[in-house]
């Protein structure tokens, strides 16, 4: 699923838990220098944040 970790699915349901994970990842753990070092979902809650203050 990741870059490099090109892998073969047994069944629809491997493939599916897969981009679930990859999912989560990509929005709860890594982080972009560019949105102050915030996860995605943490910079969302943060502008949110700002807008309504």
Avoid: C, S, W
């Avoid at 047994?10 to 915030?38: C, F, P, S, W």
Wanted: hydrophobic share 30%; proline share 2%; no cysteine.
């Amino acid at each position: 699923m990741f870059y490099g970790q090109e892998h073969k699915y047994k069944d629809l349901n491997e493939l599916e838990q897969a981009i679930h994970k990859y999912i989560d990842y990509y929005n709860n753990v890594r982080i972009k220098t560019g949105r102050k070092n915030m996860t995605p979902i943490e910079y969302r809650n943060h502008v949110l944040t700002t807008l309504t203050a």
